[in-house]
């Protein structure tokens, strides 16, 4: 029974050690890649991912049929002659 508890604490540990060794070399390697890093690049990182956002939006839209420019157009069209045929309809004839 206690060869059984010292090998199990003995493995948990192990694995601990291991974990924490993958951990930190993972950091290093991501502290390395960053070290050159400034405020600037990191400003024009935000605004490139900003644009490929709204890029990808758009795009998914257009996909979708929501952002389709031939229904936006019939809309204006019908917009507009109901819009001149509401004004026909209210005009008053003064004459003589």
Known sequence: ME?????LSFSIAFLALFLCYYAHVRISKFQESVKDMDWATLANMTG????VKKTIQTLNNRLNGLHSPKAAD???MRYMANKQ???????KIIGG
């Open 74 to 76: 019939e809309e204006i």
């Open 85 to 91: 045929v509401a004004n026909n309809n209210n005009t």
């Open 48 to 51: 490139e991912v900003s644009t």
């Open 3 to 7: 060869n059984i508890v010292f090998l």
